[in-house]
Antibody, heavy 120, light 112 residues
Framework: EVQLQQSGAELVKPGASVKLSCKTS????????MSWLKQMPGQNIEWIGN????????GYNQKFKGKATLTVDKSSSTAYMDLSSLTSEDSAVYFC?????????????WGQGVMVTVSS | DIVMTQAPLSVSVTPGESASISCRSS???????????VYWYLQKPGKSPQLLIY???NLASGVPDRFSGSGSETDFTLKISRVEAEDVGIYYC?????????FGGGTKLELK
């Protein structure tokens, strides 16, 4: 069974950074991309970027360049996203979602989401 | 960026009846390979989105065949036949044709 398990909720101060994790199981991590997505309360879903589990190659939404940094640890089949210089606009739920980039069959498995709250 | 526009914002359906949700893209989502890169997701209350339809008309694994997707290059429709209580939530269309991948604003489905 494919599973994406995200780390717990975060409360961080403005200007700080936070690192979110997405630990996977049930499939070959290096064969897929992992996307990260943002959903502010009651809002639309925004795609942040992709990272390939095989070689760590990345692709970002221009809007999130400089804000988000995606990495992977193949040994633990875990994807990470660093968010820097946090402001209230970064308060949101963040999802990781698996995608087969080449067949583009959509985001077929999602993590449970993690709430990030930026507040002093 | 490709803008995805959904209509209506919300729909109220009697259980057992059908519902249709529309999505329009600001640019053709038909690739030269003949594949149309539009997707449909359902986000149930308090849950992560789940994939319903991929590449315009393909049913995702485990999704009931009450769901179907259709469309053209820029206009797309999700149809739900025989709506059930478990279908309640927010439906999103999305595109994976070009970076940045984008989503529509969502359509909320409620039961009458």
């Amino acid at each position: 069974e494919v599973q994406l398990q995200q780390s717990g909720a975060e409360l961080v101060k403005p200007g700080a950074s936070v690192k979110l994790s997405c630990k996977t199981s049930g499939y070959t991590f290096s064969n897929y991309y992992m996307s990260w997505l943002k959903q502010m309360p009651g809002q639309n879903i925004e795609w942040i970027g992709n990272i390939y589990g095989g070689n760590g190659g990345t692709g970002y939404n221009q809007k999130f360049k400089g804000k988000a940094t995606l990495t992977v640890d193949k040994s633990s089949s875990t994807a990470y996203m660093d968010l820097s210089s946090l402001t209230s606009e970064d308060s949101a739920v963040y999802f990781c979602a698996r995608v087969d980039y080449y067949s583009r069959r959509g985001f077929d498995y999602w993590g449970q989401g993690v709430m990030v709250t930026v507040s002093s | 960026d490709i803008v995805m526009t959904q209509a209506p914002l919300s729909v109220s359906v009697t259980p057992g009846e059908s519902a249709s949700i529309s999505c329009r893209s600001s640019k053709s989502l038909l690739h030269s390979n003949g594949i149309t890169y539009v997707y449909w997701y359902l986000q149930k209350p308090g849950k992560s989105p789940q994939l319903l339809i991929y590449r315009m008309s393909n049913l995702a694994s485990g999704v009931p065949d009450r769901f179907s997707g259709s469309g053209s290059e820029t206009d797309f429709t999700l149809k739900i036949s025989r709506v059930e209580a478990e279908d309640v939530g927010i439906y999103y269309c999305g595109q994976l044709l070009e970076n940045p991948w984008t989503f529509g604003g969502g359509t909320k489905l409620e039961l009458k």
